[in-house]
């Protein structure tokens, strides 16, 4: 994987939080899903991906998410996404239509609180 | 009177000396006459002539006035008319002149030394006075003074007194000169006293011998030629003048031998006797001197011939002493150099070698007699042919007396194998035989290891660089590499230029310690190394810990520097790690500066790190020049003295084109030959253009980052707003993305991303050599972000690629 971005896992209760940071593209898309992936023991109630502070989301990075939220899915694990209103990765997800696929929140709350089954 | 002095060619003391000249000859012809044997004026013994000849001999004829006075008031009186004593004064001033001439003509020298000036003298004073008897008694005859019968005895009186008087009295009056000239060597006091004592013996028995009434004259003869032979010119000149004078007495008194003689027997007995007496002294004392001198010389001429004999014995040990110094030196020398002479004698077979000619072929000197086949016996099988073709060409006279070099190999008895190098000349006689033939041999086993090993090191060296670098997207590169001249030069120094994807490039250089093979070969591994962690996308601190954990695995004892530049073309932002390398120099529109590093130890050490990362920001155009410290590194200069150089030489070469920046510091910072290896990396940033943008970039996944930050600066530049500008790289990210993930083979292996504004639009063109459709259903989002990004999307697929066209108005916030 190149340093294109960083990841950083903490746990808050029995849900994985991922906190990316950087660039998301085709050249790192792939790695940081099985990275991301690797980190959520099946015991995890679900996971949150933080997008705040990422600074470029592509269509690489789009799929990447519909595709950890299938197979967190098919784990029977809760998946959101953090991206603010008015950050640059809400503005791509927006404009591809992506809310169908990957369900996204404005804040890191708003998200635990989706994947904890309270939203 | 003075003009006339110089007319007449006179000196004022000429004429004294005439003066005193004229008085001395005047007194003494006075004196003289009181001789006279006919009338008053014809005397035996007329000294005045011989004072005049000595005095025209040693001052000049030119004096002859004080003497034509002199004699003209002497026989003024004596004489009948003034005329007649005019006539007579002539001829006994003609007379001398006459003498003189003669004697100067014939090489007289007054001396009286040799032999043959007391003959001359001898011979010619009478003939020249016989002028002056001849016009003396001539004058006589004609005034009535004498009868004719009486014509030849004045005449005989005449000329003998005349005679006798040049005889007798010059030789002392020159000897008188000469000696109070330094022209003889003192006498000795005893030596005047013994004269002293011989001339009153003489005296004695002269006046015995005229007084006797027997004629026993010759008596004086012993004495005179014992004075002559003890004291030579000293003894004879007084002996001859007392003898003589004595014998004229005795002839004017009538008396002794003279007695009953009548005038002209008398004449003729005393000038025969007088004569005798002159001619005997003087003949003995010039005999003697001249036996002496010659004795002299020859003792002069064995001293000096031992002295000579003494010098040469000297200067023929000491050049032996010399020739025996340098002989040894030679051989010394020849040690050093490993060369050995040898000699062949054609006729009669016999080889000598020097020393070292046998050390060289492995043997103690004169270990074993020499020949031509015994020599051959050591060189290589495979050359002997070669050698003894060489000398069969020489002694057939065919290669011009001299060989040309040759290389050819010898085996010891121990079976070493080593390189000699033959130069031989063969010397012959006039038509052309062969005498000898000479020749020195080098041993040159070691010279041509080294050559060999320089050879391979050097190769190799140059091998293990890279031949030719990357594009760079946004930056242009170039590099040198000068191995040192001296010793074994190649290895070590090394450089790299690594993209890393993301529109970063790694520039690398470093340097192994040591040179040769192993320095050449280690260079070549770390090289890899880097490389590789470097693809592998660490970052440049843990490239160069790894780097050094694995010199430090394979080669234990080996050490290297290591300066790591990352660049990132579009941030303009360089991240620098160095292991006991210099700095690297960024030179800018400010100038040249060091780039700050944190310095960690060299490669090798164990150390594990830390290679801590410091980060710089560049301007867009700088240079970075990487290099290493063979270029700052001179002995005669402090190594700071050699950066300042190096920042002020790059700063100079700031404008000159990226392929010749490194030849032109190269020239500025090494004269003559380079002592250590130089590496030389130049790097300059390519400045955004202003009206639009064109990149072309490898078809990968790490090209997309790259992309969207050049195309970011360009808008930035092109003051296009920020809501257009994110969108528009969104969406060119997106066609590239299509690119990269459709490319195969080598063929599509570049993206090639054109950006314009025209008619208020940003146009952007992204053109592929790969085969795409835009996919149908999901996968295809790139494409639908790309349609919602711009105002048209056109994807224009043809034979030899794809292109996608897309426009966005610059000013308007929504793109559709």
Known sequence: MNDLAHIAFEEQGRVVVARLAGEVDLSNAGDLERSILGAVPNTAEGMVVDLSVVSYLDSSGIRMLGEMAERLKWREQRFAVVAPEGSRVRGVLTIAGAEAVVPYEDSLEAALDRVRGRG | MRAALRRTGLERRDLLSMAVLGAVYGVTAFLSLRLALVEDNVTPLWPPTGIAVAALLLFGTRLWPGIALAAFIVNLPITPSPLAAAVTAAGNTIAPIVVVWILHEVGFRTELDRIRDVVTLLVVAPM???????????????????????????????????????????????????????????????????????????VVVSLLAVTADVSVLFLVLPIVGWAAWRFQLWGAAPAALLVSSAATWAAVQNRGPFQGEDLLDRMITLQGFNATVAFTAFFLAALVAERARSREALERGSAELEVRVEQRTKELSDANLRLRGSERQLAEAHEMAR??????????????????????????????????????????????????EDVEALLAGRAKNKAPDIEYRIVLPDGEIRNIHARSKISATINGAPVRLLGIVQDVTELRAFEREHRIADTLQHALLPASFPDVEGAEVAARYVPAETGLAAGGDWFDVIPIGGGRVALVIGDVAGHGLEAASL???????????????????????????????????????LLLVVLDVEALAATIVSAGHPPPIAISAD??????????????????????ESTVMVDGGATLLLYTDGLIDR??????????????????????????????????????????????????LVPVEEGSLTMRVPAEPESLQQVRRRLRRWLETADVPKQVRDDVIVATSEAVSNSVRH????????????????????????????????PRGSGGRGIGLMRACMASVDIEQGEDGTVVRMRRPVRSAVAT
């Open chain 2, 128 to 202: 020249g006075m016989a002028v002056s008897a001849t016009i003396g008694a001539t004058t006589l005859l004609v005034s009535n003074e004498i009868i004719q019968p009486e014509y030849w005895q004045t005449w005989s009186v005449w000329w003998a007194g005349d005679s006798m008087g040049v005889l007798v009295v010059a030789p002392l009056l020159l000897i008188i000169w000469n000696q109070a000239h330094g022209r003889y060597p003192s006498p000795k006091p005893i030596a005047l006293l013994e004269l002293f004592g011989v001339l009153c013996i003489l």
């Open chain 2, 339 to 388: 060369i050995g002479r040898w000699e062949w004698d054609v006729g009669t077979g016999d080889v000598t070698w020097s020393e070292e000619m046998f050390r060289i072929h492995g043997a103690d000197p004169g270990a074993f007699p020499v020949t031509f086949e015994r020599a051959m016996a050591f060189v290589h099988e495979d050359d002997r042919t070669r050698i003894r």
């Open chain 2, 523 to 561: 260079m070549g591994q770390l090289r890899l190394a880097v490389r590789a962690y470097a693809l592998e996308g660490h970052p440049p601190g843990v490239i160069a810990e790894r780097t050094d954990a694995l010199l430090h695995e394979v080669a234990q004892d080996e050490m290297a520097t």
């Open chain 2, 591 to 612: 100038g040249a500066r060091l780039l700050p590093v944190v310095s960690a130890p060299p490669l090798g050490l164990g150390s594990h790190g830390p290679f801590p």
């Open chain 2, 635 to 684: 002995p005669d200069l402090p190594i700071d003295d050699g950066i300042r150089r190096l920042l002020a030489v790059a700063e100079a070469n700031a404008d000159v084109a990226i392929v010749d920046i490194c030849d032109g510091v190269l020239g500025a910072m090494v004269s003559g030959d380079a002592s250590d290896d130089i590496a030389l990396l130049a790097l300059r």
């Open chain 2, 743 to 774: 490319a195969y083979g080598p063929s599509s292996a570049w993206v090639e991303v054109q950006a314009a504004l025209s008619n208020g639009d940003v146009e952007v063109v992204v053109r592929d050599r790969g085969r795409w459709r835009p």
